[in-house]
């Protein structure tokens, strides 16, 4: 054989040792996915990498909470009492609901500023419809609710169609629907809530039936567990890793723990009033809106627009119609929670939603973890927020501080929260993870 037709053998080798063009591949899996497969140790390294590269999540928030607890109730006794924790859930219900709008539109990198004004539309078409011209209460709320959505809807198309800045657009909703509030109300100015009603009942309703708040706790037990148990059932049906069955026990035993806690306080002790409607309402509305966000394709969708609009757009989304829907679901949960606004202050009124109604629903869900920059954030920070929020405003009640203390408080933790999320944003992009 003559040298032109050997082969050198390491040339050889390498023809034999390369695979077949159509020889199937080991799917890759990205290696933080098997921190579930190695038990609490892998979830601890994983904890201590996401700390080191920036993603904070809810934990400063948490910690927040925590401190606030100790602290007020250390100063005062009665911070922890089934009233005090009734009140908190009661005054963070309509404001929580409306900041579950802003976290929506947060999520696309945008701004509401109209919120305020549209609570204020709502409940002035509720009252108007209702009060003056007696049509059927629940009707009426429906009308209210359907009008902030329209609302929104307007302004996301200002937005998305004809190009106006979100900031422009709703700060020009913020005046003029300001103006037809006003208009609505009259000369006298404000409009009772009738009693028994419908929209009275919202802040003012609570089931004294004890098996309503335990009942209720253990739905939410029971829902949750069921939940982490069929996503791991669907997860281990495509093969990936999935969470170990003692970590889904101890996910679902301290969301036991803190859901029959609550029920005890506002059940049991002296003075207990039982379970409130409204933060049964809240509840529900955070439930509904986090399915949405976490398991729908719509959820992803938003997130895909708020983490880059032109990538979205070039990956087949309609961009367009995602923001005009997320706008007005901020309107909508607007008009709603402007409903709870009148069921507390007593009625409708020219000016309800207007003074740090704005600002306390934007910060709130920015305080619970929502970034400003969109793309990044959680349905469950407008709860967080609102907590962090309605604590430090009920604690400083029980102590008697003026109502200039809690707005400089406030907006220090607001300061302190966007702080946060700007530094961790830096990590995670010093760290190549943005």
Do not use: C
Not at 173 to 200: C, D, H, K, R, Y
Not at 255 to 270: D, G, S, T
């Amino acid at each position: 054989m003559s040298d032109l037709t050997k082969q050198p053998a390491g040339e050889e080798q390498a023809t034999t040792e390369t695979p077949a063009a159509d020889t199937p591949q080991p799917a890759a899996v990205d290696p933080r996915l098997l921190v579930r497969e190695q038990g609490f140790a892998g979830y601890l390294s994983d904890f201590k990498r996401r700390v080191r590269g920036g993603e904070l999540g809810s934990l400063p928030v948490v910690i927040g909470l925590i401190v606030i607890a100790v602290v007020f109730q250390f100063k005062n006794s009665s911070f922890l009492s089934a009233d005090s924790l009734a009140n908190i859930g009661v005054y963070t219900s309509g404001l929580g609901i409306m900041a579950v709008g802003i976290v929506f539109v947060l999520l696309l990198g945008e701004i509401d500023l109209s919120v305020g004004s549209v609570a204020g539309v709502g409940a002035a078409v509720w009252a108007v419809l209702s009060v003056t011209k007696g049509v059927n209460d629940w009707l009426a709320v429906l009308i209210a609710i359907v009008a902030g959505l329209a609302i929104g809807a307007l302004h996301g198309f200002f937005f998305a169609k004809i190009g106006v800045p979100a900031f422009v657009v709703t700060l020009a909703g913020f005046l003029g629907w300001s103006g037809l509030q006003i208009w609505m109300m009259g000369n006298e100015g404000s409009i009772n809530t009738p009693a028994g009603s419908l929209v009275e009942n919202l802040t003012g309703y609570y089931f004294e039936d004890k098996g309503a708040g335990y009942g209720l706790a253990l739905i939410a037990v029971l829902a949750y567990g069921g939940s982490l148990l069929l996503e791991s059932r669907r997860r281990k049906a495509a093969e990936l890793p999935s969470r170990p069955l003692s970590e889904i026990l101890l996910r679902t035993g301290v969301v036991a723990v803190i859901a029959f806690v609550v029920a005890y306080v506002l059940n049991e002790p002296a003075g207990a009033r039982g379970l409130p409607l409204a933060l049964v309402l809240f509840l529900a509305v955070l439930v509904v809106a986090n399915f949405v966000v976490r398991r729908t394709t719509y959820g992803r969708q938003i997130f895909a627009v708020g983490g880059n609009a032109e990538a979205a757009r070039r990956a087949g989304i309609n961009v367009n119609k995602i923001r005009i829907s997320v706008f007005a679901i901020s309107g909508m949960l607007a008009a709603f929670g402007g409903l709870f606004i009148a069921s507390l202050s007593g009625g409708a009124t020219k000016n309800l939603g207007s003074g740090n109604t704005l600002m306390n629903v934007i910060a709130a869900a920015v305080i619970g973890g929502t970034s400003l920059f969109g793309g990044r954030g959680k349905i469950w920070s407008a709860l967080l927020g609102m907590l962090v929020i309605q604590s430090i405003q009920q604690g400083l009640n029980l102590l008697g501080m003026a109502s200039e203390i809690q707005y400089m408080i406030t907006g220090a933790v607001l300061l302190a929260a966007v702080v946060i999320d700007s530094v961790s944003r830096r990590t995670q992009k010093t760290a190549g993870r943005t």
